[in-house]
């Protein structure tokens, strides 16, 4: 595996399921994040993690829950989401801020 | 606050140039970077620039201007698979920590 992967790809929940987002990066970068990208919005960071420590929670709702055990891996968990979290959402690594390289993504429907 | 404008598409003819406009009002900024991304495919990394002027790859340039905070994506040769949108995205410095912010993009329609 090289770059960023992510699991799921696809993923269709219900408004009462827990689900968890995983990505990993093969890239040795020591910063990750998750992004998320609805239709004709831009795309909002919701959280950045740099050496496994949480430097941003861009006033994300509580129902995502990132966590991040080592550099590599970083896991947004899913709890009693709303209709409108349906998007696509990306991870991304870098090693400095300006260069990201991005995950596949997971297109999420919340039902 | 922090802002980016860019327009929300552009279309221009196969082998032709055509040049995308990214204007900013920021705080902290230190570089403008621009991403492409297919449908259907995550965004991918095309340049940066950190100091005013012109940085050539290939068939793809970005300008910056920071006394204008102004920047463009020039791309020569049009070629079919570059229909794609593009993002600016604005690198800040704010308490130390670094950030990006993402323009809305704009998509680019190929006609042959």
Same mark, same amino acid.
């Given at each position: 595996?090289?770059? @960023?992967?992510?699991?799921?790809?696809?993923? @269709?929940?219900?408004?009462?399921? $827990?689900?968890?987002?995983?990505?990993?990066?093969?890239?040795?970068?020591?910063?990750?994040?998750?992004?998320?990208?609805?239709? $004709?919005?831009?795309?909002?960071?919701?959280?950045?993690?740099?050496?496994?420590?949480?430097?941003?929670?861009?006033? @994300?709702?509580?129902?995502? /829950?990132?966590?991040?055990?080592? /550099?590599?891996?970083?896991?947004?968990?899913?709890?009693?989401?709303?209709?409108?979290?349906?998007?696509?959402?990306?991870?991304?690594? /870098?090693?400095?801020?300006?260069?990201?390289?991005?995950?596949?993504?997971?297109?999420?429907? @919340?039902? | 606050?922090?802002?980016?404008? +860019?327009?929300?598409? &552009?279309?221009? &003819?196969?082998?032709?140039? &055509?040049?995308?406009?990214?204007?900013?009002?920021?705080?902290?900024?230190?570089?403008?970077?621009?991403?492409?991304?297919?449908?259907?495919?995550?965004?991918?990394?095309?340049?940066?620039?950190?100091?005013?002027?012109?940085?050539?790859?290939?068939?793809?340039?970005?300008?910056?201007?920071?006394?204008?905070?102004?920047?463009?994506?020039?791309?020569?040769?049009? +070629?079919?698979?570059?229909?794609?949108?593009?993002?600016?995205? &604005?690198?800040?410095?704010?308490?130390?920590?670094?950030?990006?912010?993402?323009?809305?993009?704009?998509?680019?329609?190929?006609?042959?």
């Amino acid at each position: 595996e090289t770059g @960023v992967t992510q699991t799921p790809r696809h993923l @269709v929940m219900g408004m009462t399921n $827990k689900k968890s987002l995983k990505c990993e990066q093969h890239l040795g970068h020591n910063a990750m994040y998750w992004y998320k990208q609805s239709a $004709k919005k831009p795309l909002e960071l919701m959280f950045v993690y740099n050496f496994k420590e949480q430097t941003e929670n861009n006033s @994300v709702p509580s129902r995502f /829950s990132p966590e991040c055990p080592n /550099s590599s891996h970083l896991f947004l968990h899913l709890h009693t989401l709303q209709p409108e979290d349906s998007a696509l959402y990306l991870c991304a690594s /870098s090693q400095d801020t300006r260069d990201q390289f991005f995950g596949p993504g997971t297109r999420l429907t @919340v039902l | 606050g922090q802002s980016l404008e +860019q327009p929300s598409e &552009v279309t221009a &003819v196969e082998g032709a140039i &055509v040049q995308i406009n990214c204007t900013y009002q920021t705080s902290g900024f230190y570089g403008l970077s621009w991403y492409q991304q297919h449908d259907g495919g995550a965004p991918t990394f095309l340049s940066y620039n950190g100091l005013d002027g012109l940085e050539e790859t290939g068939r793809f340039s970005s300008f910056l201007s920071r006394s204008d905070s102004y920047g463009y994506l020039l791309l020569q040769e049009l +070629q079919m698979k570059d229909s794609a949108s593009y993002f600016c995205a &604005v690198n800040i410095r704010m308490n130390r920590d670094d950030k990006i912010i993402f323009g809305k993009g704009t998509r680019l329609h190929i006609l042959p």
